[in-house]
């Protein structure tokens, strides 16, 4: 489907001046279909659901709607570990496998994960065919057995590229009409988390992206019939609701939006270099974010649960001199050895920096009005405003997240980006991410406006 002017005029950039000069560069990158034609990755969706929640209340809500699933399911996280999340999960597949049995006919599900324990990431192939997990060793990954899930057509893959080559990607796929992208993974953390639901083309973008690291070494999936449809969610959806802190729907005549696809492929050499404020893969993902926060004219919002990326950083501090307010909000004391690691700091230290920055330029602006140049006069800065996630008062443990990990930018009001990447070096110059940029402003104003009222009581303003 051809993708509409505006996305083409705010991508166009993008792809011609940056990404197209460096298809050299991401043709060796994998997957990387598409270094020589990046304006493939442009598409529409159709948001539906915009949930927000603990992580294990965000997939419980989610994997409802997989219940509807018909042919094809498919599941990507990050991290796999013990939790309520992996037993959600394990209830969908029995009752998948129950329904599939009853109606005589097979469902196709593929489960991708990247890490469950250290001796995987010390031990496994790094080749990105990954490790196909036969269906004995399912019970010690946490599934159900074999023998219970008969109607399913089952594969299970890990992939990990050492050291430190993470496929950080989370997403859902239900017979390549619905698609999820949550923020979190099938883990125990009770953190505050996002996911948007959509529908339409973008679900074949997400699956082109499957194919082309998942679906690889023998867990390829048949075609899809051309006539496949889902059923609707059933109303069980409800009950899990009411135990998320928000979620918004977009009605169903909502227009199609622009959305582009934003994949980064893993750099697992770049952790080598933890120090360096070197210009980091330009990547669709980390290129497109770096064009929007540049070329900002009222305002940015990010939500990150770290903030260790040099280049990044810059260009928020260039954005406040230009008179673009920045509004942060990011977690404190959160996986700081793996900061220290991949970055050689901490998420407080870069803000305490920015601060400072900031305060100087704030001095240097003050200071210019008491001698003013008429002919030049000075650009107010921006409004720079920083907060801590916090636990609210008065949540139950395990109800109420104590962290936040959702990663969202918005900018102007206009451009949303959601997806797994953190605004931390991991995420920018080594990991595997994926992203998605939804152009407008009625849903970026929505979601916005959710994940202000999630935010409510649970940040601790410092700037």
Known sequence: MAALPEARMIYGVVCTVYLKSHADINQHDEPNYWATNPSSLITTSHPVHFSLGTGSHVLSSAFSTCASTEKELIIVTCFWSKSRSQQD??????????????????????????????????????????KIHPPPTWRGLGLPRPEELTGLEMMVKSAFVRPFGIMHPKFILVDRKIAFMPSCNVSWEDWFEGCIEMRGDITLKLYDFWAAIWGRGGTGLPSMPADSTSSEPTAAKAAVVTSLIKQISFPPDTPAIQTILLPSPHHANRILH?????????????????????TATKSIFIQTPNLTCSPLISALFSALERGTDVHLITSSRLMILEQLVTAGTITEFEIWKLRRLYSRLLKTYNLSLKNPDLENPPVTPGVFKVGYFMKKEGGESGEEPVKSHLKMVVIDGEITVLGSGNMDRASWFTSQELGVALLGRVVAERIRGAVDEGLEGRVVYVC
């Open 89 to 130: 999960l394990s209830s969908l597949l029995l009752k998948l496998s129950a329904k599939a049995i009853s109606q005589n006919r097979k469902i196709q599900v593929r489960l991708c994960l990247s890490s469950y324990s250290l001796f995987q990431m010390l031990f496994q192939t790094s080749s990105l065919d990954g």
């Open 274 to 294: 933890p120090f360096s404020s070197s210009t980091p893969p330009p990547t669709p993902l980390n290129t497109f974010i770096l064009h929007i926060l540049n």
